[in-house]
């Protein structure tokens, strides 16, 4: 079975510092795997995935993740943090199949604080 | 819109009731899910659609949940005879149809269900 672990709660980070928000996760076979960012009453919105090739992932407001393997983990990561980042903060994975959907299984979810 | 859809945005409702949850996707994406999502949780698996079918709904919790897609576009979840328990957002997403399941879901802002 899929699943997702998230093992921070709440990440606290200066403004202009670098942020990292750990994920990892357990899957057969090779997964495919999601950052999603929530803001307050509103719906997630999509910040990147990792489907194959480089495992440096770059996605949108200069987010990027690193797929590695060997430790199943996926940490999303931005050199510079903005205060307009702070939102909570899901990983998710889906194990690949053929037939053209099938669930993402969501993390408990981070709470990003980026304090000015 | 381009987005997707849910309506209404709030619900409030008396234990015992029954409630229908309506959703309606991007146009053109095949995939409708349904999560659950409670305070302070990521989002919990509930069913999902290809077209009018429902491929995968192992996350109903029990048999008070049913949901439909009837011409392969809206979709509703119906909820009998409400539970406290039952308060959460209920979220939906779409995705299109993509070659091995490597397309991300787009979410709703969600519903609000609270079971008084």
């Known amino acids: 079975a899929q699943s997702v672990a998230q093992p921070e709660d709440q990440v606290n980070v200066a403004e202009g510092n670098p942020l990292t928000v750990k994920c990892t996760y357990s899957v057969s076979g090779n997964p495919y795997l999601f950052w999603y960012v929530q803001y307050p009453n509103r719906g997630l919105q999509f910040l990147l995935k990792?489907?194959?090739?480089?495992?440096l992932v770059k996605g949108s407001y200069g987010f990027e993740a690193e797929f590695n393997k060997s430790q199943t983990s996926f940490h999303l990561k931005k050199p510079s943090a903005l205060v307009s980042d702070s939102a909570l903060y899901f990983c998710?994975?889906?194990?690949?199949?053929?037939?053209?959907?099938?669930?993402?299984?969501f993390g408990q979810g981070t709470e990003l604080s980026v304090k000015p | 819109g381009a987005g997707v859809s849910q309506t209404p945005s709030n619900k409030v409702t008396e234990k015992g009731k029954y409630v229908e949850l309506r959703c309606d996707p991007i146009?053109?994406?095949?995939?409708l899910y349904w999560y659950r999502q409670s305070l302070g949780q990521g989002p919990e698996f509930l069913i999902y659609f290809q077209g009018t079918g429902a491929a995968d709904d192992s996350g109903l919790p029990n048999d008070r949940f049913f949901a439909v897609r009837p011409e392969g576009s809206v979709s509703t979840l119906k909820i009998q005879r409400t539970e406290r328990g039952d308060s959460a957002v209920y979220l939906c997403a779409s995705s299109p149809l993509t070659s091995g399941g490597t397309g991300e879901l787009f979410f709703g802002e969600g519903s609000r269900l609270t079971v008084l």
């Open positions: 998710a994975v889906r194990a690949p199949i053929y037939n053209q959907g099938g669930k993402l299984i």
């Open positions: 146009s053109g994406h095949t995939a």
């Open positions: 990792y489907i194959t090739g480089d495992n």
